[in-house]
Nanobody, 123 residues
Framework: QVQLVESGGGLVQAGGSLRLSCAAS??????MGWFRQALGKAREFVAF????????YYAESVKGRFTISRDNAKNTVYLQMNSLKPEDTAVYYC??????????????????WGQGTQVTVSS
């Protein structure tokens, strides 16, 4: 049974940092990503990483502040978030895809999702 379990969310002041983790079980995945959904808004792409970590993409709003990485030995993907802003407040979701995709920024490109972890940035 495939499962994605996120951890690492919480409350942080603006300018602070958090590291999210997403542990996958059941199989390894070609692609992994992070999306977020703020209250009353649509789910939006945050970051993508391919299987060997050689290709990453970021939303413009987080570029230079967030870093995605993965450890295939642990079947885990991470999102290091620095210089957090109040507008980063959202539920963050881990996603995983079984095959390579050019539509990395689209939710429908992924086959599995985690339950989400809340990130709240206070001003």
């Amino acid at each position: 049974q495939v499962q994605l379990v996120e951890s690492g969310g919480g409350l942080v002041q603006a300018g602070g940092s958090l590291r999210l983790s997403c542990a996958a079980s059941g199989r390894t995945f070609s692609t992994m990503g992070w999306f977020r959904q703020a209250l009353g808004k649509a789910r939006e792409f945050v970051a993508f990483i391919n299987y060997n970590g050689g290709t990453t993409y970021y939303a413009e709003s987080v570029k230079g502040r967030f870093t995605i990485s993965r450890d295939n030995a642990k079947n885990t993907v991470y999102l290091q978030m620095n210089s957090l802003k109040p507008e980063d407040t959202a539920v963050y979701y881990c996603s995983a895809g079984k095959r390579p995709t050019s539509g990395y920024y689209l939710p429908e490109a992924y086959d599995y999702w985690g339950q989400g972890t809340q990130v709240t940035v206070s001003s």
